[in-house]
């Protein structure tokens, strides 16, 4: 009994050891990035734009998530449009703002820079309600009124479905094609070699038709796996659905690039 007790004790230090150490990498993380942003915050105040703009692209190479990115690309803009460097700066904020179009800023900026914010922030947003919306699915979808029709496959689907038959098949006979042939470029290297083991003319002829019989095997062998294998590929294209075209956008702030868009 004690030895069970010493057993289960045991195993509830593991299992607290590892709830206590299993997030530790998530805080490092979470604390490395938070103390670049700090960083950056008292060089923008103290007006080391240079220093602070190369401590971004340092930030970016530490584990973030949206929320850091967008706060680093936010920074960006703002040390980029004091250097009077406006059309990266601008870059820089429509990447911010195309990933959350709501994001404030983190430190106050004056006038100027706050009204063109503004106005990049309202071009990001119609940016993102110009992209075409992908069609709402209903939530309660009625039954069919005729299941069997319903249930049914469509003929592309099955089409796609049943292409590997003709693949596999195609695939086999082309191998047994090119064994065949294999053999008959054998029975002629025999003759063109003078295989000593060939002593009189009947020999010389019993090769040559052997390796004529295994040459036209080998030769229509490999044209009946050609056409399986184009029939299998035509069925295979012919059975694919029609493809929903994603709308995806690339933009850059000078030092990355931000891929944003809508997927069906």
């Not at 695939?171 to 029975?187: L, M, P, Q, T």
Request: charged content about 20%.
């Amino acid at each position: 009994m004690k030895r069970l007790l010493t057993h289960a004790a045991g195993y509830r230090a593991v299992v607290l050891l590892l709830i206590w150490v299993l997030p530790i990498p998530t805080l490092a993380a979470r604390g490395s990035i938070r103390n670049h942003l700090l960083l950056i915050q008292q060089l923008l105040v103290s007006t080391d734009y240079e220093r602070a703009l190369d401590e971004v692209q340092v930030a970016r190479q530490e584990p973030h998530g949206t929320d850091e990115d967008v706060t680093l690309s936010l920074y960006e803009g703002i040390l980029l449009y004091e250097l009077r460097r406006k059309d990266e700066a601008k870059a820089a904020f429509r990447g911010a703002f195309l990933l959350d179009p709501q994001a404030p800023l983190p430190v106050p900026v004056s006038p100027k820079i706050q009204a063109d914010v503004d106005t990049f922030r309202q071009q990001a947003e119609a940016e993102l309600k110009a992209m075409p919306h992908p069609p709402t699915q209903p939530e309660d979808v009625s039954p069919p009124k005729n299941p069997s029709v319903a249930s049914t496959p469509s003929p592309p689907s099955r089409l796609r479905r049943y292409a590997l038959i003709p693949a596999l098949a195609g695939g086999a006979v082309a191998v047994a094609g090119g064994i065949s042939w294999g053999i008959a470029r054998g029975e002629y290297n025999r003759l063109r070699h003078d295989d000593p083991r060939i002593v009189n003319t009947a020999q010389v002829e019993q090769i040559g038709s052997r390796g004529r019989a295994w040459q036209t095997v080998g030769f229509s062998l490999l044209g009946v796996g050609a056409a399986s294998l184009v029939t299998a590929a035509g069925m295979y294209l012919l059975g694919a659905p029609d493809p929903s075209a994603p709308t995806i956008g690339v933009s850059t702030n000078g030092t990355s690039a931000v891929l944003y868009g809508r997927w069906p």
